[in-house]
C-alpha cells in the first residue's frame, strides 16, 4: 500500500483558510488521492478525492501538485465544526477489487473560536 | 436515506469470551468494510464482503470473522477475547466505488 505522510496537528482560527498537506511520493499512476476526516466520537467521513486535477466540492477543495507526490486539502472558511481528525489515503480504480482504506495517523485539526 | 447502523454501541464482555457486531449498510450498498480503531494502532483494516464474498483481509489473527447475508446486512465476530481488542470497531458500506459510509461503531470493552 502506497503510504502518505501528513502533519500530526495543525491549528487555525475560525473563518480563516486551513491548508492540510499530505505527501505521498510512491504514489502510483492509478492512485486515487482520497481525503477523509473523523469528528470526535463519530465513524469517518469522506471528504473528497481526486486523481490529477484540482477538485472542488460543498465541503473542501483538493489541490494536486502537478507530480502528483503531494496534495492539500483546502477548506476555506474553517469553522468550529470542522475541528477533526483528517485523513490522506490513497486508492486503487474502483471496480478493480476490494474496497480498502488504509489509514495513517492523520492530521488533528484544531479550530480557534 | 438511512445511514449505516450499528448494533450495539456500546458492550462489555470478559477475556476468553466471544463477541458478534452487527452493521446494517445503506440501502442498496452491496459492499461492508470492518475497521478496528485503538488509541494506539490507529484505524485498521479488518475485512471488506461484496455480495457475501469476502474480498480482502486485514492482518488480523483468525479468531476475527466476518460474513455477509443475502440483504448486505453483515457481521463481525471475535472469539476468545483478549484485553487488546478493546476498540472501536466500524463498519463502512459502500456502493462499490470508492466512498465508503461508515457507521458510528461498537466500542467494545474487554475486562
Known amino acids: 500500500d502506497a503510504k502518505t505522510t501528513q502533519p500530526n496537528s495543525m491549528e487555525s482560527n475560525e473563518e480563516e483558510p486551513v491548508h492540510l498537506p499530505c505527501n505521498h511520493s510512491?504514489?502510483?499512476?492509478?492512485?486515487?488521492i482520497h481525503w477523509y476526516r473523523q469528528l470526535p466520537s463519530q465513524g469517518p467521513e469522506y471528504v473528497i478525492h481526486?486523481?490529477?486535477s484540482n477538485v472542488n466540492n460543498r465541503m473542501a477543495s483538493l489541490a494536486i501538485a502537478e507530480d502528483r507526490k503531494s496534495s492539500t486539502l483546502i477548506l476555506h472558511r474553517a469553522t468550529l465544526r470542522d475541528a477533526a481528525v483528517y485523513y490522506c489515503?490513497?486508492?486503487?480504480?474502483?471496480?478493480?477489487?476490494?474496497?480498502?482504506?488504509?489509514f495513517g495517523q492523520g492530521t488533528r485539526l484544531t479550530i480557534n473560536p | 436515506k438511512a445511514g449505516v447502523t450499528q448494533t450495539p454501541r456500546y458492550l462489555i464482555k470478559t477475556r476468553g469470551q466471544q463477541v458478534t457486531l452487527s452493521c446494517s449498510p445503506i440501502?442498496?450498498?452491496?459492499?461492508v468494510s470492518w475497521y478496528q480503531q485503538t488509541p494506539g494502532q490507529g484505524l485498521q483494516f479488518l475485512f471488506e464482503?461484496?455480495?457475501?464474498?469476502?474480498?480482502n483481509k486485514g492482518n488480523f489473527p483468525g479468531r476475527f470473522s466476518g460474513r455477509q447475508f443475502s440483504n448486505s446486512r453483515s457481521e463481525m465476530n471475535v472469539s476468545t477475547l483478549e484485553l487488546g481488542d478493546s476498540a472501536l470497531y466500524l463498519c463502512?458500506?459502500?456502493?462499490?466505488?470508492?466512498?465508503?459510509?461508515f457507521g458510528p461503531g461498537t466500542r467494545l470493552l474487554v475486562l
Open positions: 463502512a458500506s459502500s456502493l462499490g466505488d470508492w466512498t465508503q459510509y
Open positions: 510512491t504514489i502510483s499512476g492509478t492512485d486515487y
Open positions: 481526486g486523481l490529477t
Open positions: 489515503i490513497l486508492m486503487g480504480t474502483p471496480g478493480q477489487g476490494a474496497q480498502k482504506l488504509v
Open positions: 440501502s442498496g450498498h452491496r459492499s
Open positions: 464482503y461484496f455480495s457475501e464474498t469476502q474480498r
